[in-house]
Nanobody, 127 residues
Framework: EVQLVESGGGLVQAGGSLRLSCAHSGFPFVESAIGWFRQTPGKEREGVSC????????YYADSVKGRFTISSDNAKNMVYLQMNSLKPEDTAVYYCAAGLALYCEENFYPAYEYTYWGQGSQVTVSS
């Protein structure tokens, strides 16, 4: 059974930091990737970042480059999203998801290609 569980969301002031964690297990494919996505009411789910479990390649949306860092600890089946210099527009529900590694490339990590999803974690950035 595939499981992904996010944690670490919360309320923070603009300019602050949060670290999201994603505990994942059971994914059946060796060449896989973990992505972070976010969604606000009335908007489509947006890709934030992804990391390939095979070689550690990472990719970021332009809106978070230089502020967010994705990392993984494969021994612990954990993926992290360190979010610094947070802005009110970063407010959203953040999801981690698992998919095939071929769906984690520069400017290409479509949510619809990620098969398994966590329950989401709310991040609220106050101005």
């Amino acid at each position: 059974e595939v499981q992904l569980v996010e944690s670490g969301g919360g309320l923070v002031q603009a300019g602050g930091s949060l670290r999201l964690s994603c505990a994942h297990s059971g994914f059946p494919f060796v060449e896989s990737a973990i992505g972070w996505f976010r969604q606000t009411p009335g908007k489509e789910r947006e890709g934030v970042s992804c990391i390939k479990r095979t070689d550690g390649s990472t990719y970021y949306a332009d809106s978070v480059k230089g502020r967010f860092t994705i990392s993984s600890d494969n021994a612990k089946n954990m993926v992290y999203l360190q979010m610094n210099s947070l802005k009110p527009e970063d407010t959203a529900v953040y999801y981690c998801a698992a998919g095939l590694a071929l769906y984690c490339e520069e400017n290409f990590y479509p949510a619809y290609e990620y098969t398994y999803w966590g329950q989401g974690s709310q991040v609220t950035v106050s101005s």
